[in-house]
């Protein structure tokens, strides 16, 4: 059957959404017998609602492939859960473009509207292949080996943290501890990957709390204590996400505005709270970097596997609505073997629809707050090229002369 | 006169300040005739103080080499001012070592302690060549086109406020002011930089705010209200350091670890200030990235620039320590010319130590919110390969069928 496609990105930006995209339209345009026009949404299922989309057809064959390598989402984004009776308008502009295959490129929410669209089509007996294209830094979804976005933040952390590591080791006798807090709601994912930072025993970070065990202040300061005994600095890494094991989280949502249609707060400032309960309980100078939005939608330290696989999702959602499959989300499966390589397969929506994946029990220390050998196995793979080399001097001492003693800071 | 060479490493660390040092032991290495051994101090001025030093030539070549490319200070750094008899300690442990040439890298806190030992070797008739290498991404050394460290630091910033800002622009629905806060205690050359990630009219970001001028809130929400009317959304650079008309810090000091032994005050925590105040006046929401110290000392988006001239001036510094010079700072000079191709001049360290050199008056855009083309004209040449080239959609919007309207958010 010939039809129009739309594609809508939704949810947070990453660095390789565009490729996701990219990978569907060049995909579509290989068919031309079945594919008319290619529509994108403007923001998602805003676009949508608000009958707001852009010809794709319209764009320079070079602009689409310089998509591969442009962050965050060229199509525009959103945060919107559909209410009342606007699936009935989602369905009214499906029908008045004649879309015959849609697209969604998203996380948990995003499937969760998927669903609904591919039910309410089927229900009223309209033709249309819906098909869920995995997004997300937090690698939340379910049913899929990883998710497109979070191995690029991944490797994107891990530097930032060697790069910051290296920082307060040189400057500890001032800069004592750090803190570096990174995105993740409810799990840990994003701050897990900043293990890959070390390079030899003893460097950052030294600690990592993720929001799958409840945090305990007594505990924390009591780890930060015995790494500055140590080593007289600490790093750690902390998601935004911690909560304590009442539940509530260690950052509270400061107003109103901070919380998204689904009902999500946004979180923030658990670091700067950490700061000041070291530098109050222990009496040592704690800072923090908090790198925000940046950390998951940087290219410049993107992961060549995730460029591939978020292509490739693309082209493997495209093929799947034309070969009139719908209900599903595209997922990716791990083979067997010595090298990584990415291959798809797929996995209905209503499962992977507001469902959370939290990091494994085999995944983080039985101390709570590090992650396994068994995580940057699974993981390493994933962030290639790696991480740069650096310089490690053997520190050969010169003999000392002199007698006088001087304190060490 | 033949000696032994010590080096130190003071202040921030920044992603090029092993290749000045990099610079010092390669252009030592080639006077074997005149250089002896070749030290390093671990953590500056206290590495000297406790005698506390390492053989530069018991590490392999290969290493040496890899310091131009790994971030961060590879001997360590400090932040101290020396007190009391402190100076003589630094003299006596500089005689007990046959130290002839002592090369201080840093910034102006670092030239005034390097003044103060050649001064004092010069009184005690010690022949010691005492020569300063610039050093900080503040970009705050008087005397020197720029600091070697600057040009890094900045193309980072450029690059991550790009990134940051397609977030929002794309999820502008839900994100919708972002501010980005960056170092720089006084002056605001860093919060500048960002203006080079702006690639068409209307992208961030849309308003700069620097300590060169007095935060004024009510014209700063103005400013905001502004832009997010016309545009929708903003994204906003803010300088740590910005303080209102009374020189009071918007972000004050919280501790008293946060005070350095300088007395220089640890500021922080001003975006975060900002956003809340947008939420409870203007009903905005906003979020902050805070890159913290990664912006200083990352060096995936080292300028290539920076690292030719930080390794330059390591090299100048090595040469007029040789040739008898004492109590010069080397500087970076702009030749005439089309091309851009740094050379080096130098200045006594007594006229650099303790000056901060701020943005000058025509720099900063007549309403204090922006920067000028003159700025971006001085800066451009230095952050080669400039920025990372990024796809553009036309954006051809589709005809309308249907005539119900939705709101856009």
């Given at each position: 059957m010939k039809g129009n496609i739309l594609i809508a990105q939704s949810g947070g930006p990453t660095a390789v959404i565009n490729s996701s995209c990219c990978g569907i339209i060049q995909q579509a345009l290989k068919h031309p017998g079945q594919i008319g026009a290619v529509y994108g949404a403007v923001n998602g299922i805003l676009g949508v609602l608000n009958e707001d989309m852009i010809d794709l057809k319209k764009e320079r064959e070079e602009t689409i492939e310089l998509l591969r390598h442009t962050p965050s989402s060229a199509l525009g984004s959103c945060r919107r859960k559909l209410t009342g009776n606007e699936l009935e308008r989602v369905m009214d502009v499906m029908k008045a473009h004649y879309i015959r295959y849609c697209l969604f490129i998203g996380g948990n929410d995003t499937m969760d509207t998927a669903s609904k669209v591919d039910t309410l089509a089927k229900r009223q007996g309209y033709a249309m292949q819906v098909i869920g294209v995995p997004k997300t830094v937090d690698n939340d979804l379910v049913g899929t080996d990883h998710c497109p976005g979070y191995p690029s933040a991944a490797r994107w952390l891990a530097i930032a943290v060697r790069d910051a590591g290296l920082d307060t080791q040189a400057i500890y006798t001032t800069d004592t501890v750090k803190i570096i807090e990174t995105m993740g709601r409810n799990s840990g994912w994003l701050a897990a990957a900043t293990a890959l930072a070390r390079d030899r025993a003893c460097t950052p970070p030294h600690l990592i709390y993720l929001p799958e065990r409840p945090f305990d202040r007594a505990k924390f300061l009591r780890d930060v204590e015995r790494v500055y005994r140590k080593l007289g600095y600490a790093v750690i890494a902390v998601c935004e996400g911690l909560k304590d094991k009442k539940g509530q989280a260690i950052s509270e949502s400061r107003a109103k505005t901070d919380i998204d249609s689904f009902g999500h707060a946004q979180s923030g400032g658990v670091a700067d709270i950490l700061c000041r309960l070291i530098t109050d309980q222990l009496g040592i100078k704690a800072r923090f970097d908090k790198p925000g939005t940046i950390q998951r939608v940087s290219m410049?330290?993107?992961?060549?596997?995730?460029?591939?696989?978020?292509?490739?999702?693309?082209?493997?959602?495209?093929?799947?609505?034309?070969?009139?499959?719908?209900?599903?989300?595209?997922?990716?499966?791990?083979?067997?073997?010595?090298?990584?390589?990415?291959?798809?397969?797929?996995?209905?929506?209503e499962r992977v629809a507001n469902v959370e994946r939290l990091m494994p029990d085999e995944f983080v220390s039985e101390d709570g707050n590090d992650v396994t050998a068994e995580f940057l196995e699974w993981l390493k793979p994933l962030i290639r090229p790696g991480l740069p080399k650096y310089a490690h001097l053997k520190k050969v001492p010169v003999k000392k002369k002199l007698d006088v003693f001087y304190a060490n800071r």
């Open positions: 410049v330290c993107a992961s060549e596997v995730d460029l591939e696989e978020s292509y490739l999702v693309g082209t493997a959602a495209m093929e799947m609505a034309l070969e009139g499959k719908s209900g599903y989300m595209v997922t990716l499966k791990r083979p067997k073997g010595k090298k990584y390589r990415g291959a798809t397969s797929m996995i209905e929506l």
